[in-house]
């Protein structure tokens, strides 16, 4: 359920890169130009344009958008633009090296190991050696504290498989684990982590239902009532990016927008990382958690070139051709 | 440091499928032929071979090979035929499905993760699940007591840079976190697993330099000391596979080799799994800890084919061509 709308003829990467090196060229850039390009091209038809222009132009077209373009617009363009796995490395990174690393930070390693694909997080952890020298483990190691070590780093080494197959007696047998864990406020025992780090999503979710029949309250309820702190609150974040990502989507947006002033890395990270992968389930989500519609406050809390880039996401842009 | 021989000019995949589409045709197999073909291949060569002889004759050559020899020298060639991602998975789910899950099972999961290349490990994680539907780690929790469990999951679970830096503090301070586990008989400490399970090789073998200058024993003599049975022996398979791989494998195929009887499997895997590794190290050093040659006690303890197509892995059979 992707929001992202391709035109009907694509045109050849060549072609592409030709228009985008127009938009570079002249006095400014023409930044319409730019957004019915690549606003309308999907993941493979976005990298094949990044390799096409470098052969022609030698130079990185990610580096041109940097250099021509500014502000809130081109962060949220360049993410859009970026190799998946180098995006989300990249992001990986800069949350292990905030000064403050709270919650808001560190949930968003839990996307990238709950919430994209197993493949991709193992391609994230390869790019991540690449780019730091440095394992994305080890970061996490050297800056979070405990309790919520163990479970990022099991997190993020998980290679979890992803046929959808559930076996119904582990999930009421690993729930019971789960709640026995709640009881003892024990919520970084091994059996959690194990459970949380290796399972399957389908198993998950089953194991999430069984609880909920099991104990009548959620899991994520009872997570809450142990009152752990930053364990709790980044549990609560992993049972939502397994259970429903969009769930989770929806409310990091809803909190770039709430409030004084606009989070626009939050706002950027919500939409651009979901538009191929379930931003329409995110929009039907945040008009029923928030009664509000995601469209209007986008608009509402964005402006220019930078709004229109971000509702072409949403499939409410410019046609693009 | 292999031993592995090529001929000085390579003939074509499908030059070496035909050779070896021959040798199985006729009355009985021409071993000595499918050896000077597959025993003077590099795993690339053999790749292409594999892929050559499936276009060709629309059958799988490790198919042919299983259906058309038989005993200790089928199990061989199988061995160092198939892909090495998939031999490895195999592997694991073996040792992991055996009866009896002792160290000599559970260290072959231990020479995956920590005597092979981070990519390797990784390619053996995605072939384990698309085999048995379940993932390596999940394997390991259902089959293997406390404490080794954790330490198990950890170290499949690694991704290692793998650029050679070192740094020196770390190396110091990590090697005092490993005494204080010892110290402490924690060997199942968070710390220690996070060191020997995300740390790349190189600098873990600055750590383990630096504990012998700083307490005069070796971490593994502490282990030993330490004496936690099983754990404290998993744990000197993996601190010798970091550290001197060939020096474990030259342990495993004696082990194969002395007393009653040989242990064909785990002679196999010393030898075909280390041949484009580092088996030239694993003579030298077998030479070294028992005193005799390699060579000779292959010869001793196995025959025919077999003992032609290890011997062609050590450097020694019939030139190929």
């Not at 690993?174 to 198993?203: G, M, P, S």
């Not at 008009?287 to 930078?306: H, P, Q, W």
Request: charged share 30%; hydrophobic share 35%; aromatic share 8%.
């Amino acid at each position: 359920m992707a929001s992202l709308k391709l035109p009907e003829v694509v045109p050849s990467p060549t072609q592409d890169s030709e228009r985008l090196r127009n938009a570079f060229q002249g006095i400014g850039t023409d930044e319409k130009e730019l957004i019915l390009v690549l606003g309308h091209r999907n993941a493979q038809q976005r990298k094949e344009i990044r390799e096409t222009y470098h052969q022609i132009y030698k130079e990185s077209l990610v580096d041109s958008l940097q250099s021509e373009l500014s502000g809130d617009f081109r962060n949220a363009i360049v993410l859009w633009t970026c190799d998946s796995s180098e995006r989300d490395a990249k992001l990986a990174r800069d949350a292990l090296k905030a000064k403050r690393k709270g919650i808001k930070q560190l949930q968003i390693l839990v996307e990238i190991a709950c919430a994209t694909s197993p493949n991709h997080l193992m391609a994230v952890r390869q790019t991540y050696c690449a780019l730091y020298d440095c394992s994305l483990e080890e970061d996490i190691i050297a800056s979070v504290s405990p309790p919520l070590t163990k479970i990022l780093v099991g997190l993020v080494s998980s290679y979890r498989h992803d046929k959808v197959t559930v076996n119904s007696e582990v999930a009421k047998s690993e729930a019971e684990k789960l709640h026995e864990a709640i009881k003892n406020k024990q919520l970084e025992d091994d059996h959690v982590v194990w459970i949380l780090c290796t399972r399957n999503f389908f198993q998950l979710r089953e194991t999430f239902t069984c609880y909920k029949q099991l104990y009548n309250n959620t899991f994520e309820e009872d997570i809450k009532v142990c009152g752990k702190g930053d364990l709790a609150s980044l549990l609560n974040v992993v049972v939502w990016c397994i259970d429903r990502p969009e769930k989770h989507f929806a409310k990091v947006i809803r909190d770039s927008i709430v409030g004084f002033g606009t989070d626009e890395d939050s706002l950027n990270r919500g939409i651009v990382t979901r538009a191929e992968i379930d931003l329409l389930k995110v929009r039907f989500e945040y008009a029923n958690m928030f009664k509000t519609n995601l469209d209007d406050d986008v608009i509402g809390d964005t402006s220019g070139d930078y709004k229109e880039f971000l509702l072409t996401l949403l499939g409410k842009g410019p046609k693009g051709d």
